[in-house]
């Protein structure tokens, strides 16, 4: 299908790994966001870039979180140095135009660190 | 942060019955939108309703947005198995990308 796709679905590194977290959005899709979703919580808000400028990065939690989008599609999420405490699920969505318009979220990859 | 509130944090109800579900905020918002989570998958889109509606319908969905008393409430009517799922709410509130969400209700659809 022509949806969100994100790869690995599954992650599982050993603390201290760096990891990279990789998001293809709907083509043509101009924005697009990363959101952190811990067990039985609500996604959280982490990054958001208009084509290729990164606009908000307000909600990466330290800067062992890097991401980037450099051609304006694909976009890949780095975690560096990774601590327990990041083992969470990473969504990616992609909205057409609008920043505040409807998200199309990816399935999501589960990162388990050990 | 967070910043809306759902309610009930769970819900169990019969196939057929209605199901309502509420969220409150905090801060003035440009939209409201409803999104599903089914276990093991990707957030859906549901419904959005702007600032300056109070009610919007889809399908067997129904959603009304009170910004006085900064809450919004979503309606499913004759609920389905197919139903089960968590359900979150997230305000658009103009900075930025930021869509916040809710800590979600989880429904549970018994047939």
């Known amino acids: 299908g022509a949806g969100v796709s994100q790869s690995p679905r599954y992650k599982v590194a050993k603390r201290g790994q760096d990891v990279a977290l990789r998001c293809d959005p709907i083509?043509?899709?101009?924005?697009l966001f990363w959101y952190q979703q811990a067990l039985g919580q609500g996604p959280e808000f982490l990054t958001y870039?208009?084509?290729?400028?990164?606009?908000?990065k307000s909600g990466l939690p330290s800067d062992r979180f890097f991401a980037e989008r450099p051609e304006g599609s694909v976009s890949t999420l780095k975690i560096q140095r990774t601590q327990q405490e990041d083992s969470a699920v990473y969504l990616c969505?992609?909205?057409?135009?609008?920043?505040?318009?409807?998200?199309?979220f990816g399935p999501g990859t589960r990162l388990t660190v050990l | 942060s967070q910043q809306g509130e759902e309610d009930p944090q769970a819900l169990s109800i019969q196939e057929g019955e209605n199901a309502t579900m509420n969220c409150s905020y905090k801060t003035s918002i440009n939209n409201l939108q409803w999104y599903r989570q089914n276990s093991g998958r990707g957030l859906v889109h549901l419904i959005l309703i702007r600032s300056n509606e109070r009610e919007k319908h889809s399908g067997r969905l129904r959603v009304t947005l009170d910004t006085s008393k900064k809450s919004s409430s979503l309606l499913i009517t004759a609920s389905r198995a197919a139903d089960t799922a968590s359900y979150f709410c997230?305000?658009?509130?103009?900075?930025?990308?930021?869509?916040?969400f809710g800590q979600g209700t989880e429904l549970s659809v018994k047939p």
């Open positions: 870039f208009q084509n290729e400028a990164q606009l908000d």
């Open positions: 083509s043509g899709h101009v924005s």
């Open positions: 969505a992609s909205s057409l135009v609008l920043a505040g318009g409807v998200k199309f």
């Open positions: 997230a305000t658009f509130y103009n900075q930025g990308g930021k869509l916040i």
